[in-house]
């Protein structure tokens, strides 16, 4: 199983891109899917996360600006990000718990990061 994300790049203070991130593989079912970032310096955190059953949970710092969404047809993930700030600079992580096609459990998985710098 792997994850492929895109879309990261640089952005001024403001502006918006989206990411997404693909999983491909012997996929049976995926569970939880969502987006981590780390800031240098920094423990790596949880930006948002949808859950199989349609449910989300975001990070306090980024309500409001930052919106997870999920193709469960084409096991792809993808996080909208308007209005970034430059505190919002990190890489971002895409991260699924996966359970494989003939495999009883569910295995936690993390993409390449991709940078985002939100800067002037």
């Known amino acids: 199983v792997q994850l492929q994300p895109s879309g990261g790049g640089l952005v001024q203070p403001g502006g918006s891109l989206r990411l997404s991130c693909q999983a491909s593989?012997?996929?049976?079912?995926?569970?939880?899917m969502g987006w981590y970032r780390q800031a240098p310096g920094k423990w790596r955190e949880l930006v948002a996360v949808?859950?199989?059953?349609?449910?989300?949970k975001y990070r306090d710092s980024v309500k409001g600006r930052f919106t997870v969404s999920r193709d469960n047809a084409k096991n792809a993930v993808y996080l909208q990000m308007d209005s970034l700030k430059p505190e919002d600079t990190a890489v971002y992580y895409c991260?699924?718990?996966?359970?494989?096609?003939?495999?009883?459990?569910?295995?936690?998985?993390w993409g390449q990061g991709t940078q985002v710098t939100v800067s002037s």
């Open positions: 593989g012997r996929i049976f079912k995926i569970n939880d």
């Open positions: 949808s859950s199989s059953n349609g449910s989300t």
């Open positions: 991260n699924a718990d996966i359970v494989r096609i003939g495999v009883r459990s569910a295995y936690n998985y």
